[in-house]
């Protein structure tokens, strides 16, 4: 900042709580703040231009962190779900209700807001036909960039549009604490039950290797999907065009898997929960016993929270394109713990940990692996937490 300027840049959300969302930069009308990856791996804010600040606060009026916005939502109901139309739902993940849901918003002239594979990148992006909604199906184990999204949403609102926005719980925070006082009556938003982030630095190995051109998929349904003992696979496309599968073994979903080289505000995330912001949640209904003959094309969880949703997944089940059956909390949080559980604060204090991005940085796999491993000696601090850990949440149940 020059020494002429007396404007004093607001105090933003801690390094170890800010989620990355964004919300902060689209609030900027004057280019003060951008979004940057750091040496861990993870987007951050940074300021790039301290002179254009105005001091008018509205970066930090707009974070979800330092202010959670408000929802008056109602008991959450809960259900199995999934799609009715089979080719719509073997392009997804699980249950296909996240492409369902986006076909019934175009349908009704209304836009979507989803994550879509760009390159080596996960983007948020906006469409409005359902030829389009293929590029935001299926599951993205990577942070999604979100510049500009928030203020796409704002005009289409602002224009009468319906729009649904579908991300991660902590993005539909960001977007509901960037809008404010908009009028969000026709804004339908919709979160993944979500394990937390993991640092992007093995990705960034794999685009800096020079192999590959882009992202294929991070899970398919190749061979069809099940409830236990389902694979996930991570597929890249090469450079002569053909597509490469590097299994389930591979430093990617290795980080992903682990608790280690989760963001530091995944590790203690502020909106998970049953009593979430979205309107509707989805996930996976892992180890569902129930509905057999549909296991093999996918059944995901559903937790509907408001009118808004209750309203769109009511005239979803008139129009035949979706099937729901009730379920419990329990038994969704039974099958998929990160419903609710995603507190693990001290893994961010660690000794191991800068060790593992560390080792990523100078792609020492090696190193990596036997870090993460919780069998080995290195990897014994992390277990002997979650052990700890487990115990006390069983103790508290």
């Known amino acids: 900042m020059s020494a002429e300027s007396r404007v004093k840049l607001p105090k933003l959300a801690a390094a170890k709580d800010c989620t990355g969302c964004g919300a902060c930069v689209d609030a900027c009308a004057h280019g003060v703040l951008k979004m940057s990856i750091d040496q ?25 962190v330092i202010e959670t916005p408000a929802a008056d939502y109602h008991t959450p109901e809960c259900f199995a779900a999934w799609a009715t139309d089979r080719e719509l739902r073997r392009r997804s993940a699980s249950g296909g209700l996240g492409g369902a849901l986006a076909e019934a918003v175009i349908a009704r002239g209304g836009v979507v807001y989803g994550a879509a594979i760009d390159g080596f990148r996960i983007r948020h992006i906006r469409v409005e036909t359902v030829e389009e909604i293929v590029r935001i199906q299926g599951s993205k184990y990577q942070h999604s960039e979100m510049g500009g999204v928030f203020r796409s949403v704002r005009k289409d609102l602002a224009q009468g549009r319906r729009v649904l926005f579908v991300g991660m719980s902590c993005q539909v925070a960001g977007l509901l604490k960037f809008l404010d006082r908009s009028d969000r009556s026709r804004l339908v938003t919709v979160d993944t039950i979500c394990g937390g982030l993991a640092t992007m630095l093995p990705m960034l190995n ?17 061979h069809g999907w099940c409830p236990l003992g389902f694979r996930y696979a991570l597929k890249m496309e090469r450079t002569d065009g053909s597509i490469e599968n590097l299994g389930l073994d591979n430093p990617v979903l290795n980080a992903f898997s682990s608790k280690l080289t989760k963001r530091s505000s995944c590790l203690d995330c502020h909106f998970n929960g049953l009593d979430r912001l979205a309107d509707i949640t989805i996930g996976d209904f892992w180890g569902l016993k129930d509905y057999q003959e549909q296991h ?32 419990t909390a329990a038994e969704i949080y039974a099958c998929n713990h990160n419903l609710t559980s995603t507190h693990y604060p001290m893994v961010r204090y660690l000794p191991t940990r800068p060790h593992v991005f560390a080792a990523l940085r100078h792609e020492d796999y090696d190193a990596f692996s036997r ?12 277990r002997l937490y979650l052990k700890m850990h487990d115990l006390v949440c069983r103790f508290y149940k």
């Open 371 to 382: 870090l993460i491993s919780p069998h080995s000696l290195a990897g014994m601090p992390l």
């Open 206 to 222: 794999l685009e800096k290797s020079g192999r590959y051109v882009a992202i294929h998929s991070f899970r398919d349904k190749e």
């Open 40 to 64: 861990d791996g993870f987007y951050k804010v940074e300021v790039e231009n301290a002179d254009a600040c105005v001091g008018c606060g509205l970066c930090r009026k707009s974070c979800p």
């Open 296 to 327: 093999a094309e996918g059944v995901s969880a559903m937790v509907v929270r408001s009118e808004q949703g209750r309203a769109l997944v009511e005239d979803m089940l008139t129009a035949g394109t979706l099937e729901t059956r009730s379920a």
